[in-house]
């Protein structure tokens, strides 16, 4: 092998060497974008949970309402009763 063929070896492992570093800038770039909105959707999700929970708690049970509604029912037929 002569001088100029390793010089053009040594210059194609270069520009190979290149090549692969900014294959993987280009990756990590990629992976940290999805981190960051893998992390953006767990925030967002969280956040609905929250909201979700609180709608639950603050929502009357079915239940609680049909028991309500059958006692002023009784009571108002009571009433009718001895009121007449």
Known sequence: MTIREAEGVAL???RLR???DVGF???RGDLALLL???DQ???TLGEHEDRLEAL???RWPLPSLAAVTSC???GVALWE???R
């Open 41 to 43: 959707t767990d925030k």
């Open 81 to 83: 009763t001895v009121g």
């Open 18 to 20: 290149r090549s692969v």
């Open 36 to 38: 960051q909105r893998a």
């Open 12 to 14: 194609e492992l270069e």
């Open 72 to 74: 002023t029912a009784l």
């Open 56 to 58: 639950e708690r603050a």
């Open 25 to 27: 800038a280009t990756t």
